[in-house]
């Protein structure tokens, strides 16, 4: 029962993903310019429910779709060149996964649950924006050129231009999301 | 709820219908693989060839391949808008303060315009003839060298079939508490960042509640039904590559040499 269930729950998170990065409005919040994920959150929600390996599993999913959605259907224009590189687009959605599963199983005894959540939140959705934008720093450096025809100087500070108003809001929404969405589900799944 | 791109199958019986899921995969991949050697002309007319052939051969409406772009339109303008003004090589036609638009650009441009097309129509020609479990089929089919490496290559397909099931389910679900919340007059579409934000909740939970429901559910009744892990699973359908297959390789692999020795 315990395998079957959890093997189906795996399934399901991955049916999550699906509809979060296909559907406009549930897995990205468009506020003015920005267009802000919280498929984090969902990553972060399997980390604790599910356990570590399989919140790595759900995070690598949604690199894939991310990977594979750069070659076919990409989601911006410059997507089609840095996600191409499996270390940019799946690699840091892994991580989300373990880092926040690590970070749970530290703080799960402790008493303050709810801020601790709120902190993995937030330390999960650094994790995707700081590895991805310092991925997209270390491979793309010398191409900045042929990615937006700015120069190399200039790709420093349009990731942290990315950094502080996507990645920063981000993680403002997985530290607000992931307490008020984990807490009841810990309750659900541990009846 | 048509909008999903994996939702998206028409069932038929056209040749492509009839093709082996795997070898569509490989194809899709492989027309992506050769489509960004050419560079010229003639290399692109025969990649438009290849699209236009798969199209027909398909047997389904063009609606449903405009309908694919639509999505995707701002992302095509934008890249080729991109292209146009700051590629600066070659003969320069007009000059707009720092904005300078030369004919190398607007080739180039043209190019990106239509292998965007191109990438977009064949595969939509996948998803439109391919229904989504023959899909998970056709990527266990591939994943099965990694058996090799004691990779679960039968539990990740049941897991993408039964993801690819419930996909339905779950954005059913999801219009209906969308509709729910909606009639007790939340607004979704505003507010601030925290508050927007706060809006998916209610959302959200139910959502996971049911997933979990349903885990629940399928996994006692596959447990009532002798289901276990990792054993040899036989399935309802069995895909074989036939001529049909082996021919539009040929086709295929003639095409990517032929780019080859045309590109310029």
């Known amino acids: ?191 | 709820m048509n909008k999903l791109l994996l939702g998206r199958y028409i069932p038929g019986n056209s040749i492509v219908h009839r093709m082996d899921p795997a070898s569509k995969i490989l194809l899709s991949i492989f027309f992506v693989f050769i489509i960004f050697f050419a560079n010229n002309l003639v290399t692109y007319g025969l990649m438009t060839l290849l699209a236009l052939v798969s199209v027909v051969a398909s047997r389904t409406s063009l609606r449903f391949f405009i309908r694919g772009i639509r999505p995707l339109l701002w992302v095509i303008i934008f890249t080729v808008i991109i292209q146009i003004l700051f590629d600066n090589t070659g003969h320069q036609l007009f000059k707009f303060y720092f904005l300078t638009v030369t004919d190398n650009g607007l080739k180039t441009a043209g190019f990106i315009f239509i292998r965007f097309l191109l990438i977009i129509f064949f595969s939509t020609v996948l998803t439109l003839t391919t229904d989504p479990l023959a899909i998970a089929s056709g990527i266990e089919k591939l994943l099965m060298p990694l058996k090799k490496i004691k990779f679960p290559v039968y539990t990740m397909s049941l897991m993408i079939s039964i993801s690819l099931r419930f996909v339905p389910t779950l954005m059913d679900e999801t219009e209906t508490i969308i509709k729910a919340q909606s009639s007790r007059g939340v607004k979704f579409k505003e507010g601030n960042i925290l508050a927007r934000s706060k809006k998916m909740i209610p959302i959200l939970i139910p959502l996971f509640i049911s997933s979990f429901k349903h885990a629940e559910g399928l996994g006692r009744a596959m447990e009532a039904r002798g289901y276990k892990d990792g054993d040899n699973r036989s399935q309802y359908h069995v895909y074989k590559a036939s001529k049909i297959d082996f021919c539009t390789w040929a086709v295929f692999i003639i095409s990517g040499i032929l780019i080859f020795v045309l590109r310029g």
């Open chain 1, 1 to 191: 029962m315990k395998n079957n269930f959890k093997l189906v729950a795996r399934a399901l998170f991955i049916a999550i993903i699906l509809i979060q990065t296909t559907v406009p409005g549930l897995g990205y919040l468009p506020i003015g310019p920005l267009s802000l994920t919280i498929i984090p959150v969902t990553v972060i929600i399997a980390s604790i429910t599910l356990g570590t390996t399989d919140g790595m599993l759900i995070g690598g999913i949604w690199g894939l779709i991310t990977f594979i959605r750069a070659f076919f259907w990409p989601t911006s224009p410059l997507a089609q060149y840095v996600f191409i590189n499996p270390l940019v687009s799946v690699l840091p959605r892994i991580l989300i996964g373990l880092v926040a599963g690590i970070t749970y199983k530290w703080t799960s005894k402790t008493n303050h649950q709810k801020i601790w959540l709120s902190i993995i939140g937030a330390v999960g959705s650094l994790t995707n924006t700081v590895l991805l934008l310092g991925m997209v720093y270390v491979f793309y450096n010398g191409y900045a050129h042929e990615l937006y025809q700015i120069d190399t100087k200039a790709l420093l500070p349009y990731l942290l231009t990315v950094f502080s108003t996507n990645g920063l809001l981000e993680a403002l929404i997985a530290v607000v999301l992931t307490p008020l969405i984990a807490v009841p589900l810990i309750k659900f799944t541990s009846k």
